[in-house]
Every structure is written in structure tokens, then in C-alpha cells.
């Protein structure tokens, strides 16, 4: 038989998944990295860890292969907006600045509240927040600028692992356009923004389509991964659009729903809009495919804070959700800001903080499970309303991620929502999205529409009707003590840092 692998290079693990060629997975495995963070907002990881994980990701399912199996590509999708500083042979200087390093935010803000910030975000499609490569050079040109001098070439996590396998230095488009440096309108490097930031163009890597094939391993790293030394790498694009693809989210009026550490809401055009409050992104999946979408910070990570934090790890996520199954829409009045890692969309502010509302002698672990969850839906939901300024009505999700195991969740996002929410059968999205990139890379398919074929639902969670008065009316609590209470987060964060 023909197989496939589709890589995901993840915030905190990377996944490869083995595919047959009408997308049925045969196997998986995940290998988890650490990620290292400190008060100061700092959020890293090593590269090498990353590297490694891709090597015996793919290495652990080519294990399942026969020798009358043929490997007929590897696709990989990737986290958006990560840094690393390298020196002229291509070795870290720094280690991998992620999307949730918050270090830039003085830089971030600086530059968003100028007249250039907003045509510089009208240009690129990508937020002026902490988060993109350019508040991250901007910082490091400012705060570190011996470090930012000896770097000879910047480059993404994806960019570090394909040039440590092939020798090149190259940037798939679809990352390139999440970097805050890329032109939309000239689909290239922007070079007024190269010209700020005091950078070369050859300190940057050759934008290349996500359909762009490398081969010609060394015999030391085929071995490593147990695969041909002449196997096709394809360049494949970020996670976020490729969650689209992924889960068939192809089609006007079609979100895809993402929330694993963090999340995020998008839909997919045929052209790279961006909205003029700046509130949403805009970046590619490939030449003619665009998503214009939000990413929250707040997503499963918050729950897992308050198992481990507040509960002291006494009880499971299953266990709280059960407890949680059992409280009333509404938790009986408590309401939870989810941002405890500062926040992207909508409110782009990296000084925001978490916060309970309504809180009395009546709620207990119950309802603030319960609370977190809905606060955490809240937000995603104010995306989507921005959402829809730029792209039209959203009329169904496609949801993926860590939290449709959980059906209190999704029944919660239905009701909140007010439309179906469907749950892809597999929800292998990234890998499977990557996976069919290379399909279209490598002539197998003639067009990536052709997921649809491959993307079945294995449920569809109705909204209830007596829900919506219950959570119309706390969701508008939320938003009014957002707005009162915003005007404080940088006088708080200030006092934290200090």
C-alpha cells in the first residue's frame, strides 16, 4: 500500500500521523517538548528538543511500514510566529521565542498606537501584539542589541528543522505571512518594515510555496527515521489555515474552531482581507486560499491552571467536568475572565489578567469549572463577532482540538454560539491537512478541495433554545466588566514586573 505522513509541529509536542492515501490513519505518536516560561513573560523552548521530536515522530510511525509499502511524501504543518536567531552556519544563537512570549509588549504597543503601526498592520494582515516576529525583533533589537547584531539569519522553527535536513534556508508563504513581514499586497518581504527594523533581505529565508518539495536526506538521518533517503518533504503551511483544510472548513459561512493550549476561530476566502479595527488576521494557506481569523491565548491551558493550581491536581479533568455537567448554564452567576496569559483577540492587550466575578459563599469547584469554561467561550464568541464584520455571517463550526472530548464544552460553545457545532470524525486536522498539501504537491489531486472526500462528521451538538436568554444576558455582564475593568491591567502589570 501507499502511505502518507503528516507532521504537526506543535507548541508543546509535535504529532506525526500515518495516513493511507484516502486519509485513514493507520498510526500516530506524539512526542511533548517543554516550554520554558518565567515571570517576565519569557516563553521559549530549545530547538534541538523540536528537532529531535520530528525525528522520532515520523520515525515511530515509518516503523509501522512493510517493505511492500511505498512512503509516497511527508507534509508538515507548523506553529505560527516562532524566532531563532542563528549564526552564519545556521546555529542557534537563541532558542525558539514562541507565540507566547509577551517580552515585546512595550515595543508591540509603541509601534500598534502609531499611525505606522496601523499601516504596517493594513500591509501585512498580521496584529501588532508580543506575538509576531516583528514585536520580537523590534525587542531584541532594543532591549538586547549585541545579541541582535550577531544574528547572521532569522528563521522559524520549520526553517531551522528542513535546513538542518537539506542545507537550505526557506520560509514556506503561509508562515511567512504570520511573521508581520510580509507584504500582502507585493507577496513578498516588506521592505520599508526590513528598512525599520535595520535587517538585510539575506537575513531572512527565500519565500517558497507550500507546495515546494525537498529531497536527498542524508543516509545518517534517513536511517534515523527509518524512510527512504529519496522520500519528498513537502513545505506544507502554519497550523491555523491548515486546520481549515484539515477539517473542511473551505467554504464562505464555515469556521473552523480550534482549541488545544490556546485557540483560535477562522474562515477561509479566496482573498487576503483585513479588517480595518485591526481586531482579526488575515494569512495564507496557499496562493489562492486565505484565512482571516482570531487567536485566543485562553484556551485548555486556562482549565488546566485550575486543576493544578487552584485544585492542587486533586481532581481529574473528567472529574471536574462531571461536577461541572451538573451546575446550570450561567454557574449561577459566576462569570471568569479566562486571560491569564494576557490576551490576542479580541481585546490584543498582553497585560490583561484573569479574573472571577460574582463569586460567593454558593460556588464552589463545581461552578468555577463550570464558569471557566463558559468565560473561555465568551471570548472565542467576541472573536467571532469580528469575525463577521470582515467575512460575513458565520453559519456553522467545524471544531477541532483537545476539547471535543469534552461534550459539557461543546454543548456550552452550541449555546453559546447559536449554530451547530460539527466534530470531525478524525481530528487529526493539521496532519491531515498537511498530508493533503502534498497530495496536491506531488500530482496525486488536482485540487485541495478534494478534502471533502476525506472529512466525515462523527457528531453534530445542537444548540438548546432555553439556553440562549440565560447566556445572552451573562455574556453582556462579561463584555461590560471587560471594559471597566481593562483600563487597570497595565497599571497591575506594571506592579507585577516590578
Known sequence: MTYWIGVDIGTTATKAVLFTA???????????????????????EVPEDIFDA???????????LTVTDKLAGIGFSAQQHSLIGATYDFRPLTRVITWADTRANEEATTLRNSALGHAIFMRTGTPIQPMSPLAKLLWLKNKHPERFQAVRYFMDIKTYVFCRLFGVYKLDLSLASATGLYHLENQQWDYEILDMLGITRDKLPEIVSPY????????DDAQKMNIPPDTPFIWGAADG?????????????????TIGTSGAIRVMTDQPLVDEKARTFTYALDETHWVVGGATNSGASVLAWLKEQVFADKLTLEEMTTMA??????????????????????????????????????????????????????????????????????????????????????QI????????????????????????????????ISDIDEVGKQVTASAVYTPLLEHFSTYRELEKLYTELLTHYQTTYGKLSAFKRR
Not at 241 to 257: E, K
Request: charged share 15%; glycine share 12%.
Open 325 to 410: 455537567e451538573k451546575v446550570p448554564p450561567g454557574s449561577r452567576g459566576l462569570i471568569f475572565h479566562p486571560y491569564l496569559g494576557g490576551e490576542r483577540a479580541p481585546i490584543w492587550d498582553a497585560t490583561a489578567t484573569g479574573a472571577f466575578f460574582g463569586l460567593g459563599y454558593e460556588h464552589g469547584q463545581a461552578e468555577m469549572t463550570r464558569a471557566v469554561i463558559e468565560g473561555i467561550t465568551y471570548n472565542i464568541h467576541a472573536i467571532a463577532h469580528a469575525l463577521e464584520e470582515v467575512v460575513g455571517e458565520i453559519k456553522s463550526v467545524q471544531a477541532t482540538g483537545g476539547f471535543v472530548n469534552s461534550g459539557l464544552w461543546l
Open 54 to 64: 520530528v525525528i522520532g515522530t515520523i520515525r515511530a510511525v515509518s516503523d509501522s
Open 212 to 219: 515546494e518539495i525537498e529531497s536527498g536526506l542524508s543516509l
Open 413 to 444: 460553545l452550541a449555546d453559546i454560539f447559536e449554530m451547530p457545532i460539527h466534530i470531525p470524525e478524525s481530528q487529526e486536522a493539521g496532519c491531515l491537512g498537511a498530508m493533503i498539501l502534498s497530495q496536491k504537491a506531488l500530482g496525486v
Open 22 to 44: 484516502s486519509g485513514e490513519v493507520k498510526t500516530s505518536h506524539t512526542i511533548a517538548y517543554d516550554l520554558y516560561r518565567n515571570p517576565s513573560g519569557m516563553a521559549e
Open 241 to 257: 489555515p491548515m486546520s481549515n483544510l484539515g477539517v473542511n472548513a473551505m467554504q464562505p459561512g464555515v469556521a473552523a474552531l
